[in-house]
């Protein structure tokens, strides 16, 4: 007898009479070997018109999972849709496998092919109920924060001042070396671009008063803000959200404790606290940074003092600070709104993840337009 | 075929652990073709630790384990890949994929690792979820299957390639006594009418009995293998009194020593 090795599958394709075809299967039917097998059937059988077809499997040394599923889909003959096909020869415990899947089944398990439509008003009205839906849960939520936030405060108990520290650190020490980096490169960088251009008319000294109002007034709060909502406002998302999936959140509102007073306020206190740190740090680097380039052209020391100090008012450094409280309360409290609203699913938290970062920075840029109006107006 | 048994899975003193810290030592132990071999422990006994070294998800800090002859900790490249596909693996959770369906779930494996023609998988993974009982839940999402669905839906897909070997990281954990039934029923008629080796690390007695043909104790305490062998004459015959403790059902302290 001739030693077949592990993956080999002879397959015997023999037409008799008009009409009448057999197939003789010898050696392993396996994973491996199925597919040649099949290639040849397609190509002999398919063309054909067939009335009969023989499926011998007697002489198969092996036959796994896969094996048995050629033999299925030769035996319910859905390779030759007009012939009576019939497989013997099987083992008999095989033959009992064989025998609990039908081609009954197949037709009824089978998915169906046919393609959803999608008809346009239905999608329109579903994304606006959405969106609508959004915005309610925006303004429960808010409601629910600024009822929670004060009487949280007064008591002691209420506020887990260590978790409110174990946050500030994270999102506030942790975040100085990329803080320091992001500013120090924005305020070198435009300050670098921009002397080019106040070159031609003789006005380089004024990059300092220009790199000076922009960084207190926009850049600062706005630097910070930003790696605020990529820092942290992404990882209170996360946060909540695991809890969420894990049923933690269900666990704190069987205690009888509510998320919000739990959670969501320590976190939404440790970054309004927070916040205006960064943001000075994050200015006071920036116009570091411009005034590097303004020394690297030769000015003074004194001269850039004065420029500064000319240029910058109390009410600009309260502009600044007042931003940074505005973008703090949003970025955190968008990051656990985001949170607690994940939904089921292995995909849900990386959801969350990214709406709070997006309606962060988004919120943020529209706020910041918000403070440039009414500080315009007040001004006046 | 020779009269003896083939052995599968050879495991020779091995010593398993993490980051340095042994949990289990001195474990050998063989299993051969065919046969439902349980490794049993108590919570925290190594139970998964071992398993994930057999798996060769973890290397083993010392000793060898040997699957269809070859030494899982060298093999490399495609030998490895080859040894991998000769095992499934049903994770404790079920480990499905959530973004794809059911059926998405039991093709993933042919349909990354294998020439099948299309047909062919389709046909495969309708059989196979027929067999597990999940036909009318192939279209389902894994978060629609109850805990019970999800884990036979595991099984399902550890044996999409008809693998030699399948492992079962605790089956009947965590379901009802009649759908644990049900699994050991589907445990017992696979490895009878394909002839598939089972590995299955439980702590559930009831379905030790009933799946078991051979069981090795992992005891927490000495950190080895406690005792080898059938579960009923373990039942009965067993000396140590943590593993007869085991396996009667009895409580390691008297109400007396709880402090109540």
């Given at each position: 007898m001739a030693i077949t090795t592990q993956n080999e599958l002879e397959t015997d394709l023999q037409f008799g009479p008009p009409g009448f075809a057999r197939v003789v299967f010898r050696g392993c039917m396996n994973v491996q070997s199925v597919a040649g097998s099949w290639k040849k059937l397609e190509e002999g059988l398919r063309p054909v018109k067939l009335e009969k077809l023989e499926v011998d499997a007697s002489k198969l040394q092996l036959c796994d999972g896969s094996g048995l599923s050629l033999l299925r889909y030769l035996g319910m003959g859905?390779?030759?849709?007009?012939a009576a096909v019939s497989v013997r020869g099987m083992d008999p415990d095989l033959e009992q496998v064989y025998r609990a899947f039908t081609l009954e089944d197949y037709r009824a398990l089978r998915p169906s092919s046919a393609v959803k439509c999608h008809s346009i008003p239905d999608d329109v009205g579903r994304g606006i109920r959405q969106a609508a839906g959004d915005w309610r849960q925006q303004i429960e939520f808010l409601g629910e924060v600024a009822r929670n936030f004060l009487p949280t405060l007064w008591s002691r108990r209420q506020t887990r001042w260590p978790e409110v520290g174990r946050v500030f650190e994270q999102a506030g020490a942790d975040a100085v070396p990329i803080v320091s980096l992001v500013s120090i490169l924005v305020g070198l960088v435009i300050a670098f671009e921009s002397v080019q251009t106040l070159a031609y008319f003789g006005a380089q000294i004024y990059v300092v008063n220009m790199i000076g109002i922009i960084m207190v007034r926009e850049l600062g709060p706005l630097l910070a803000a930003v790696l605020l909502a990529g820092r942290s406002g992404s990882a209170f998302a996360a946060e909540l959200g695991t809890m969420k999936v894990n049923e933690e959140l269900d666990a704190l509102e069987t205690f009888g404790l509510d998320p919000i007073r739990f959670l969501v306020i320590q976190r939404i206190v440790a970054a309004i606290l927070l916040t205006p740190l960064l943001t000075f740090y994050s200015t006071f680097l920036g116009i570091l940074g411009g005034v590097l380039v303004a020394f690297a052209l030769g000015f003074s020391r004194s001269l850039v003092y004065h420029q500064l100090t000319a240029s910058l008012h109390l009410s600009d450094i309260f502009l600044g600070l007042a931003k940074a409280l505005a973008f703090g309360a949003i970025v955190s409290a968008v990051g656990c709104l985001r949170g607690l609203q994940t939904q089921e699913g292995p995909s849900a938290v990386g959801v969350s993840t990214t709406r709070a970062v997006v309606a962060s920075i988004v919120l943020i840029v529209l706020a910041d337009a918000v403070f440039a109006v009414l500080f315009y107006y007040l001004k006046k | 075929m020779s009269d003896k048994p083939e052995i599968v899975i050879s495991v020779r003193n091995v010593k398993v652990g993490y980051g340095g810290k042994a949990?289990?030592?001195?474990i050998s132990f063989e299993v051969v073709s065919g046969e439902v071999f349980v490794i049993l422990g108590g919570s925290g006994s190594g139970k998964s630790t071992l398993l994930k070294n057999l798996i060769g998800l973890c290397t083993p800090m010392d000793g060898e384990i040997w699957i269809e002859g070859i030494n899982l900790a060298t093999a490399e490249g495609e030998e490895r890949r080859d040894l991998l596909r000769k095992f499934g693996v049903a994770y404790q959770s079920g480990?499905?994929?959530?973004?794809?369906?059911v059926l998405e779930n039991v093709r993933l494996p042919m349909d990354e690792l294998t020439t099948m023609p299309d047909p062919l998988k389709e046909m495969q993974a309708l059989a196979i979820l027929k067999l597990v009982g999940l036909g009318a839940s192939a279209?389902?999402?894994?978060?629609?299957?109850?805990g019970g669905m999800q884990k036979r839906a595991a099984i399902a897909r550890a044996m999409a390639l008809s693998p030699r070997i399948l492992f079962l990281d605790?089956?009947?954990?965590?379901?009802d006594p009649v759908t644990a039934a049900d699994l050991d029923l589907l445990i017992k008629e696979v490895a009878r009418r394909f002839g598939m080796t089972f590995v299955v690390v439980s702590h559930d007695l009831a379905s030790i009995y009933t799946i078991a043909d051979r069981v090795i104790m992992l005891d927490s305490r000495t950190k080895t293998v406690a005792v080898e062998g059938r579960p009923a004459e373990l039942r009965d015959t067993a000396t140590d009194p943590q593993v007869r403790r085991f396996f009667r059902r009895e409580a390691d302290a008297d109400a007396s020593r709880l402090h109540l």
């Amino acid at each position: 007898m001739a030693i077949t090795t592990q993956n080999e599958l002879e397959t015997d394709l023999q037409f008799g009479p008009p009409g009448f075809a057999r197939v003789v299967f010898r050696g392993c039917m396996n994973v491996q070997s199925v597919a040649g097998s099949w290639k040849k059937l397609e190509e002999g059988l398919r063309p054909v018109k067939l009335e009969k077809l023989e499926v011998d499997a007697s002489k198969l040394q092996l036959c796994d999972g896969s094996g048995l599923s050629l033999l299925r889909y030769l035996g319910m003959g859905l390779m030759t849709p007009e012939a009576a096909v019939s497989v013997r020869g099987m083992d008999p415990d095989l033959e009992q496998v064989y025998r609990a899947f039908t081609l009954e089944d197949y037709r009824a398990l089978r998915p169906s092919s046919a393609v959803k439509c999608h008809s346009i008003p239905d999608d329109v009205g579903r994304g606006i109920r959405q969106a609508a839906g959004d915005w309610r849960q925006q303004i429960e939520f808010l409601g629910e924060v600024a009822r929670n936030f004060l009487p949280t405060l007064w008591s002691r108990r209420q506020t887990r001042w260590p978790e409110v520290g174990r946050v500030f650190e994270q999102a506030g020490a942790d975040a100085v070396p990329i803080v320091s980096l992001v500013s120090i490169l924005v305020g070198l960088v435009i300050a670098f671009e921009s002397v080019q251009t106040l070159a031609y008319f003789g006005a380089q000294i004024y990059v300092v008063n220009m790199i000076g109002i922009i960084m207190v007034r926009e850049l600062g709060p706005l630097l910070a803000a930003v790696l605020l909502a990529g820092r942290s406002g992404s990882a209170f998302a996360a946060e909540l959200g695991t809890m969420k999936v894990n049923e933690e959140l269900d666990a704190l509102e069987t205690f009888g404790l509510d998320p919000i007073r739990f959670l969501v306020i320590q976190r939404i206190v440790a970054a309004i606290l927070l916040t205006p740190l960064l943001t000075f740090y994050s200015t006071f680097l920036g116009i570091l940074g411009g005034v590097l380039v303004a020394f690297a052209l030769g000015f003074s020391r004194s001269l850039v003092y004065h420029q500064l100090t000319a240029s910058l008012h109390l009410s600009d450094i309260f502009l600044g600070l007042a931003k940074a409280l505005a973008f703090g309360a949003i970025v955190s409290a968008v990051g656990c709104l985001r949170g607690l609203q994940t939904q089921e699913g292995p995909s849900a938290v990386g959801v969350s993840t990214t709406r709070a970062v997006v309606a962060s920075i988004v919120l943020i840029v529209l706020a910041d337009a918000v403070f440039a109006v009414l500080f315009y107006y007040l001004k006046k | 075929m020779s009269d003896k048994p083939e052995i599968v899975i050879s495991v020779r003193n091995v010593k398993v652990g993490y980051g340095g810290k042994a949990v289990l030592h001195n474990i050998s132990f063989e299993v051969v073709s065919g046969e439902v071999f349980v490794i049993l422990g108590g919570s925290g006994s190594g139970k998964s630790t071992l398993l994930k070294n057999l798996i060769g998800l973890c290397t083993p800090m010392d000793g060898e384990i040997w699957i269809e002859g070859i030494n899982l900790a060298t093999a490399e490249g495609e030998e490895r890949r080859d040894l991998l596909r000769k095992f499934g693996v049903a994770y404790q959770s079920g480990a499905l994929f959530g973004s794809m369906t059911v059926l998405e779930n039991v093709r993933l494996p042919m349909d990354e690792l294998t020439t099948m023609p299309d047909p062919l998988k389709e046909m495969q993974a309708l059989a196979i979820l027929k067999l597990v009982g999940l036909g009318a839940s192939a279209q389902k999402m894994p978060a629609e299957l109850s805990g019970g669905m999800q884990k036979r839906a595991a099984i399902a897909r550890a044996m999409a390639l008809s693998p030699r070997i399948l492992f079962l990281d605790e089956p009947s954990a965590g379901l009802d006594p009649v759908t644990a039934a049900d699994l050991d029923l589907l445990i017992k008629e696979v490895a009878r009418r394909f002839g598939m080796t089972f590995v299955v690390v439980s702590h559930d007695l009831a379905s030790i009995y009933t799946i078991a043909d051979r069981v090795i104790m992992l005891d927490s305490r000495t950190k080895t293998v406690a005792v080898e062998g059938r579960p009923a004459e373990l039942r009965d015959t067993a000396t140590d009194p943590q593993v007869r403790r085991f396996f009667r059902r009895e409580a390691d302290a008297d109400a007396s020593r709880l402090h109540l």
